[in-house]
């Protein structure tokens, strides 16, 4: 129900923003993926196929979905594509995400960081988890990624420094040592009042201008090769309101990738 919400949102926008008018963009709706509905292996399966397809022809993807777990597997297809990449991976997110797993009809939307450092491409010291809040995540996971070195932006950030400042800074980190960035987007990372569509929708998150102002920002980057917008849920959405968000986050993305090429 996600990527049709998102499409629905879509027409509320216009296509002039930043000065700029986004039509002589090229973007073409690839349409959905047939998953399978009784096999989350399987589900993962495809959904890896087809990022591997899409990231081999060198193609800028923006994937839109619900269940965020299936960004692990986004990843893994990028690095079946390009084994050799060193990947720096930027995560808007209230929660960490790297529980462990029995096996892959296991995976859950607590595990997409988990499997991307599991990969060849994705390290670490090249992972950045911006958003996170108190009382989300659990001291285990804490533990865990500050062993393996991730580096973590609390909300309560945003209210020292603007969001474009702290993804300026994220970004450079990133582009410095990253032979390409991606960038990853948990809607339920922005403040339920302003978006309540999402599974795991809680008060205390970012506000939706400093999400729209931090995606602003980090879209500018050279290096950025491909986002993903994930838990969007239309049944628990309030007059569209978290659809519109997603939307307008991609125009965000869309208009960065404009502007590079002016």
Request: hydrophobic letters at 40%; proline letters at 5%.
């Amino acid at each position: 129900m996600g990527p049709r919400a998102f499409r629905e949102a879509l027409p509320s926008l216009t296509t002039f923003g930043r000065g700029i008018d986004l039509r002589p963009a090229s973007c073409i709706d690839l349409g959905d993926l047939d998953l399978p509905s009784t096999s989350v292996q399987r589900a993962h399966q495809r959904v890896e196929e087809a990022s591997r397809e899409i990231f081999t022809i060198g193609a800028f993807p923006f994937f839109i979905g619900g269940d965020n777990g299936l960004t692990g597997a986004l990843i893994r297809g990028l690095a079946a594509a390009r084994p050799g990449l060193r990947l720096g991976l930027c995560v808007i997110d209230a929660h960490y995400d790297v529980r462990e797993y029995d096996d892959e009809e296991s995976l859950s939307s607590g595990t997409p960081y988990r499997r991307a450092l599991e990969t060849g491409i994705c390290q670490g010291s090249r992972l950045t988890i911006v958003g996170t809040r108190d009382f989300a995540n659990s001291a285990h996971y804490d533990r865990y990624v500050r062993t393996m070195g991730v580096t973590t932006v609390p909300v309560d950030e945003f209210d020292r420094r603007g969001a474009r400042e702290i993804a300026a800074e994220v970004r450079r980190r990133l582009e410095e040592t990253s032979d390409a960035l991606f960038l990853s987007i948990d809607i339920d990372a922005v403040t339920s009042g302003e978006a309540p569509g999402s599974s795991a929708a809680a008060p205390g998150g970012l506000r939706s201008r400093e999400a729209i102002a931090f995606v602003r920002e980090f879209a500018l980057s050279p290096k950025l090769i491909g986002a993903d917008l994930s838990e969007l849920s239309p049944p628990w959405d309030v007059q569209a309101m978290t659809a519109k968000l997603a939307a307008r986050l991609f125009l965000e993305i869309l208009a960065g990738q404009l502007l590079r090429s002016l």
